[in-house]
């Protein structure tokens, strides 16, 4: 342990703000910009889990792909090294310089200033303005780097024995697998009292620290591992703000500066402990993860079971079992989120927005880790415990701490190495890949064989999948059928969507020369499923493929509304929202995202009228198709999603692009007005810090409500006397699907269990609720389609079939009811000033007719709708009559229908003439 560091030297008292920002004004005074950090959680970049480095926010400007309107920046950046190449978790704690989270000072030249410029600036800070002994400062560089060995030689007064050549593994600098790089120097500082030797730079001292790194880039290294020359040479240096801190305020640890000062007391009020001795491990341990988390979290970081989400997780797990070794068994790292916050929002303000948000996330997290967490630890002292001459922890305890208790790997490991023990990985490994086996063979196994043989079936086919352009009456395509694979067809053109990103797959049907109707339930991209193939006599027919386009109509409805409640949900409940799973239906659609409250009514209601106020805003939905990659990461705001595998080429979905931008593979509306109206059903917790939310969209809508009422008249009608056990249990169940999200559940559930007159009363109650929504719905859509009908109608009119100056208009129409199709002849009417229309709607089986005349055409020319109604429908089938102006009727013959329509033009203008 050192007893005194530097005890020999005055340096200027500086605390850790006034550190910051001359580092920051002396970077000003040379010409640079000074930027602000970016997120610690790198969004926009798939290959890092988080912001490791300064210059991850410029690596597009290293890479010759980006610009700026400046050359030369300095900042303070937010990083965290815990996991992928640069990871410091196994560390912290074990030292006093390695931290997960940390800021980096640095400095940048974009293809302006070089080598020498960086070198000399950096000796100039460290030893005229902050006035660092020279003694105590020694350099790296790269072994084959002259340039620099000799810039520190020559126009730098250091110590020449103090300038040292390191080999890849010490100064050649990568920022991940791939990406810029190049060769680096680094500076140490030298706490020894007696000075330090050669061969302690780069030993892992902790007397002898590297504070700063001075990297030149001029390579990429590319997938392969080769490296290219970048189009400019650029300078990116980092400095450890925590470790200068420690330099300038003359400390034996990071932890001991005013950077951690403030954290650590409060840990040691809360936990009633003295930062001294055994205590001080894990003190400082969770000092730093509490930084690491709370500055994630708060960049929209949430811990989950993959990706970053799990590093965070691991952090948490290890602060909280750290809280043990202090004898404190309650949560404690959320009280700890408004030091952090009060400390450091001066400079990052996002945690003075977000500390109440971490708080809760981080709560919550350690409530539901602390279920469990001492009965694990239990289990491992009776492990470590019962082991008789050896020092291996055994891998399938070390495999059920964690697939039982939460207890990540590495958890298990430090607190086996606390032992004197060693985890058997081999083992923790073979049960690993044992549960993925199980996990494998409880999926559908026989689809996996399916596709296989379908893949190797198609390999010298001529085949492609285009399920983007649907055409109502079907697409020409030819089938392929395999040998004795009895529903399996393989088409030449699959227009069928197949499942993918959430949405279900198509259904419809195969039509044969011969007339026969074969229905497709299911669509697997390279082929699909149909009830039977047996009609098929030879290996390869022509068929007409035909998707159920109102099905399809239906899911696209609900796909486009699931990117519009994404949004809603960020900007209602925070920008920690983000997709963890989805489900897009015919019937209804379900979005998974992390929350760790309950969403209550008046969120709901908010995000239900944000979601149907885009609907009405009649918003172009349009798709970027097969663009780069790279241009489509450069739209900004688009969401995507970590972890997913993006090819070179990808889709991407906008709905107003101030609202809704995505990554997607998936059919949506052409217009948002196409959704007609978004109701959330319910909203549910489905795990610890995860939501889950189910919503229709238009007809879908009543059909919920449908579903209400009958569920309600099944409860009166079946209601007994007494409840038994299992009655109550049910009554519990479904009165939570009964009262929805927006009812009073708890007072139903209590009535429910005490008094079936209070019962009875509430679900007719609830019935009369859900049949007055259901006949506001019905209003609202109405009213909503017939502003678009209405349109179209307009339209006719003004394209009509003119003779003589009279206009005619004779059309097919889709409606959802027969009140809309009497409201639409109405409006025909109205708009024909000196006209005749005729409108069919089909519904069913059934036609629908009306016929307009205009009042002049009456009088004049003796024209009656209710005759020629009654002509016209006759003719398909049917019958009806009405007034001279307006008439309607109802007919059978769908086939001649279209018929009717194209000679209803030359059937008036013969009329007018006589």
């Known amino acids: ?61 290293f890479l010759g792909a980006g610009t700026r309107e400046y050359k030369r920046a300095a900042d303070t950046q937010k990083c965290i090294r815990a996991g992928g190449k640069h990871n410091d978790l196994e560390e912290v704690g074990m030292d006093g310089f390695h931290h997960t989270f940390f800021e980096m000072l640095g400095n ?226 959320f009280e700890l989120v408004d030091t952090v916050a009060d400390n450091f929002s001066y400079i990052f303000p996002e945690l003075n927005e977000k500390r109440k948000f971490a708080g809760e996330v981080i709560k919550a997290e350690e409530e539901s880790f602390n279920e469990t967490l001492d009965r694990g630890i239990k289990l491992f002292n009776e492990v470590a415990s019962s082991l008789k001459g050896t020092k291996i922890f055994p891998g399938e305890q070390a495999f059920k701490l964690y697939d039982t208790y939460g207890f990540p790997l590495d958890l298990t490991e430090v607190m086996a190495r606390e032992n004197g023990l060693k985890v058997d990985l081999l083992k923790f490994d073979e049960e690993m890949e044992k549960q993925k086996e199980r996990a494998k063979s409880a999926r559908k196994s026989e689809t996996l064989e399916t596709a296989k043989e379908a893949d190797e079936f198609i390999h010298n086919l001529d085949t492609k999948y285009n399920p983007y352009k649907v055409d109502e009456s079907g697409i020409n395509t030819i089938a392929y059928i395999p040998e004795n694979k009895k529903n399996i067809i393989v088409l030449s053109e699959n227009p069928f969507y197949s499942e993918s990103g959430g949405q279900i797959s198509d259904t419809g049907i195969l039509l044969t020369g011969q007339g026969q109707e074969i229905k497709v339930t299911d669509s697997k991209k390279n082929f699909i499923i149909v009830d039977r193939s047996d009609v098929f006599k030879d290996s390869q027919t022509n068929v007409k493929a035909v998707i159920d386009v109102e099905r399809r109509k239906a899911i696209e409805r609900n796909h486009s509304a699931t990117h519009l409640l994404h949004e809603a949900l960020r900007r209602v409940l925070g920008s920690h929202v983000k997709q963890l799973g989805s489900l897009v239906h015919n019937e209804y659609l379900r979005f998974d995202f992390p929350h760790f409250h309950k969403t209550d009514d008046k969120q709901l209601n908010e995000i239900e009228e944000m979601v149907n106020s885009k609907i009405k805003e009649n918003i172009d939905v349009y798709t970027d198709e097969d663009i780069s990659i790279e241009k489509a990461n450069r739209i900004p705001n688009v969401k995507k999603f970590f972890g997913e595998k993006y090819g070179d080429r990808v889709r991407v979905v906008h709905i107003d692009d101030n609202f809704s931008i995505e990554f997607c593979g998936g059919t949506h509306v052409k217009n948002t007005s196409d959704i007609g109206l978004f109701k959330i059903t319910k909203e549910e917790s489905i795990a610890s810090g995860t939501r889950r939310v189910f919503a229709r969209t238009g007809r879908g809508i009543l059909d919920y409500l449908n579903e209400k009422i009958r569920e309600a008249d099944t409860f009166v009608n079946e209601l007994p006397d007494k409840f038994t056990t299992m009655q109550r249990q049910k009554l519990t169940e479904i009165s939570g699907l009964i009262a929805g999200a927006d009812y009073r559940n708890a007072m139903l559930l209590k009535k429910f269990l005490n008094d079936r007159d209070a019962v009875f009363e509430s679900i007719v109650e609830l019935k009369e609720k859900y049949l007055s929504e259901k006949k506001e719905t019905e209003k609202q859509m109405m009213k909503e389609n017939l502003s678009k009908v209405f349109e179209t109608i307009d339209e006719f009119v003004k394209n009509s079939f003119k003779e003589n ?110």
């Open 108 to 333: 940048w030249s974009f293809g302006d200033y070089y080598k020498k410029e960086a070198i000399v600036w950096a000796w100039e800070l460290l030893t005229d303005r902050w006035k660092l002994p020279k003694n105590k400062l020694w350099v790296t560089v790269f072994e084959t780097d002259e340039e620099s060995f000799e810039i520190w030689e020559k126009e730098t007064d250091i110590d020449k024995s103090h300038i040292l050549r390191f080999g890849e593994k010490d100064n050649f600098w990568e920022m991940g697998e791939t990406g810029p790089c190049g060769p680096c120097s680094e500076i140490h500082f030298d706490f020894t009292e007696k000075g330090c030797r050669p061969e302690d730079i780069n030993a892992g001292l902790e007397q002898v620290i590297e504070i700063w790194n001075l990297v030149f880039i001029q390579y990429n290294r590319k997938t392969d591992g080769e490296l290219e020359l970048l189009p400019k040479k650029h300078v990116d240096t980092g400095m450890g703000f925590e470790r200068i801190v420690r330099v300038l305020q003359n400390k034996k640890s990071n932890y001991d500066t005013d950077i951690f000062s403030p954290i650590i007391s409060e840990i040691c009020r809360i936990t009633g402990r003295k930062y001294e001795k055994e205590n001080v491990p894990p003190i400082s341990a969770i000092a730093d993860h509490i930084r690491a988390l709370t500055f994630a979290i708060s960049d929209g970081a949430i811990p989950s079971n993959e990706g970053r989400g799990y590093v965070l997780r691991r952090i948490l797990r290890r602060a909280s079992r750290l809280a043990r070794k202090l004898d404190y068994h309650k949560p404690v790292l």
């Open 805 to 914: 100056g009279f206009e005619i208009v004779s059309k097919k129409i889709e409606l959802n009811s027969i009140e809309e199709f009497k409201e639409t002849g109405e409006h025909l009417r109205k708009k024909l000033k000196n006209g005749i229309g005729l409108l069919a709607y089909v519904s069913g089986e059934k036609i629908n007719l009306v016929c307009t005349v205009s009042d002049n055409l009456v009088k004049d020319k003796n024209l009656n709708a209710g005759k020629i109604i009654s002509v016209i429908s006759k003719e398909l089938g049917g019958g009806g009559g009405g007034r001279p102006n307006l008439a309607t009727a109802g007919a059978k013959d769908i086939a001649k229908l279209d018929e009717i329509l194209k000679g209803f033009p030359l059937r008036i203008k013969n009329m007018i003439s006589n």
């Open 1 to 61: 342990m050192i007893k005194r560091i530097l005890h020999n030297y005055k340096l200027k008292a500086l605390n850790s703000k006034e550190i910051r920002q001359s580092f920051l004004d002396f970077f000003r005074e040379k010409d640079h910009k000074i930027v602000p950090s970016s997120s610690v959680v790198p969004f926009n970049d798939p290959t890092l889990l988080f912001t490791n480095a300064g210059m991850n926010q410029f690596k597009d400007v």
